[in-house]
């Protein structure tokens, strides 16, 4: 680093600071503010603050704060894992949610489907000619 040598990370020199309109911000350019409780809220603007929820805040408040920060279109900078998938998730298709229901196992590999829907065809001619079979002496 002392050389300036490539692969080396660069020396911090004067040049390296922020504008000062854009210093202590957050990266979309708002006010970061860290709210407690929903009348946090009332005292900020969404179009100049972003609203971070404190750490220890706990999840039945979290969720009502994050529903009023919502309503009142505040950007929010930790939102937790609960908001990238819907609260109530439906199950994929095919599987059902009783256990002793059709569809309940994991779908299987297509290569054994084929193979399992080729010995159903066999099983399936085979039970067709002994049926015939049993037909032709009953008939005579």
Known sequence: ????????????????????????????????????????????????????????????????VLDRARHLNFHIANPGKEETRPVTEEPAPGITSEPGEVGSQVAKTSGMQEKESVKAEEIS????????????????
């Open 1 to 64: 680093m002392r050389k300036e040598e490539s692969g080396w990370p660069r020396k911090v020199k004067v040049g390296y600071r922020t504008d000062s309109s854009k210093r202590g911000l957050h990266p979309r350019g708002l006010v970061d503010t860290i709210i407690w409780r929903e009348a946090d809220l009332e005292k900020l603007d969404p179009k100049i603050h972003i609203v971070r929820l404190a750490r220890r805040i706990g999840e039945r408040k979290r969720l009502t």
């Open 125 to 140: 001619s085979k039970e067709e000619a002994s049926d015939s079979a049993s037909r032709e002496e009953e008939s005579e």
